[in-house]
């Protein structure tokens, strides 16, 4: 809207007029819609780290300082120069750096490894030698992370091709600063010497962080977010596509970084497991172990209500107790260690019978 002639009062109707499918009307509407879903799939993306916010970098102070996608945009064909990787002059950079880690692996920022940077590192040194033959490509990392069966041919082909790999002692101490016009990349390589290298373009390879509105809908969906920010997974393993929340699921970098295979099988396991679930006729299977709590123990702190990460226990303001809905309730048992009245019990493992499996043992 920002962008969009029309929002400022100006007479345009270019996307319309470019449009075979006839999809864009300007005379529509904002409108709510109610449906009811049997399942909701979360695939909301991800979001990048502002990297302006690291002013050793020079992002978005320094000309020719990008990040890895825009040098992405620049290098499509439908990108503001077509697909020419020129720099801000006009000129045809001679030399690029690649930095990589820039917000990932690092306490002060985002202390988690991204996992594509390494691969989309490689991928941009293998398009800039396609469209500048003569150009030197350095890609200065800590540590090189290539996961998966294509990614150890791919840095066998870009150094075929002549790209330096330079590991370094640390890439968030390295300084980019202008000297006469020119880029300057100052590091410390691996062996602990300091080295100052001219370069007509620097790329940022920039982090995947949560998007930013992934707190607002997991609030609004009632489900739980991981100690990174993304969306938490009922399991890593044995359920990774599920969310606390029956009929929730999460794909794609919604519930981590991950690349275009991962994020496209995880699409498909979600869809999966939604086909599954809404087979017609299935019946909803309810916990054998759920929590009930007894009325007349309830003291009515709702201390069980703010501890439930299911968001299965209310509190029923006429009688002033909490209660739990069965159906959501998953049986793990934090309200009952947190009830401080032990009015919460887990059907099924309450103590008298935990008391009677260990007698039984001890026998």
């Known amino acids: 809207r920002d962008s969009c002639l029309r929002f400022k009062g100006e007479e345009c109707s270019a996307c319309a007029d470019s449009c075979g499918f ?17 399942a909701i799939v979360i695939a909301t993306g991800f979001g990048v780290f502002d990297c302006s916010t690291l002013s050793n970098y020079g ?5 020719n300082v990008v990040t890895s996608l825009e040098l992405e945009r620049i290098i499509s064909s439908t990108g503001p120069t077509e697909g020419n990787v020129v720099l801000k002059n006009g000129d045809v950079p001679k030399s690029v750096t690649i930095i990589q880690c820039v917000g990932s692996r690092d306490k002060e920022t985002n202390d988690y490894c991204s996992g594509v940077c390494c691969p989309n590192a490689l991928k941009l040194s293998h398009l800039l030698k396609k469209k500048i033959s003569d150009v030197s490509v350095s890609i200065l990392y800590t540590d090189m992370c290539l996961p998966g069966d294509q990614s150890q041919e791919l840095l066998v082909k870009v150094l075929e091709e002549g790209a330096r790999l330079v590991r370094v002692g640390s890439t968030k101490d390295i300084k980019v600063d202008e000297d006469k016009g020119s880029l300057v990349v100052k590091y410390v390589d691996a062996a602990g010497a300091g080295r100052s290298e001219k370069s007509d373009l620097v790329v940022l390879s920039t982090a995947i962080i949560p998007g930013p509105d992934t707190a607002r809908l997991a609030g609004l969906l009632s489900v739980n977010m ?12 044995m359920n990774p596509v599920s969310s606390c929340m029956k009929g929730v699921y999460v794909a794609g970098c919604a519930q981590g970084p991950a690349d275009i295979r991962n994020a496209v099988l995880q699409g498909k396991a979600a869809a999966g497991e939604v086909l599954s679930a809404l ?16 009325s007349e123990k309830c003291s009515g702190c709702r201390i069980c209500n703010t501890m439930c990460p299911y968001k299965a226990i209310s509190f029923d303001e006429e009688k002033g107790v909490s209660v739990v809905n069965e159906v959501l309730c998953r049986g793990c048992g934090t309200c009952v260690a947190a009830c401080p009245s032990a009015a919460a019990s887990s059907k099924h493992f309450d103590k008298q019978q935990i008391f009677a499996e260990i007698s039984g043992v001890l026998i």
């Open 22 to 38: 006839g999809a864009v009307a300007f005379d529509q509407e904002d409108e709510i819609v109610e449906r009811n879903a049997g």
């Open 59 to 63: 992002h978005g102070k320094l000309a």
């Open 226 to 237: 991981d100690s990174k920010g993304f969306f938490s997974k009922m399991h890593n393993q």
């Open 279 to 294: 087979i017609p006729g299935e019946k909803l299977e309810v916990e054998t172990i759920t929590t009930c709590i007894d």
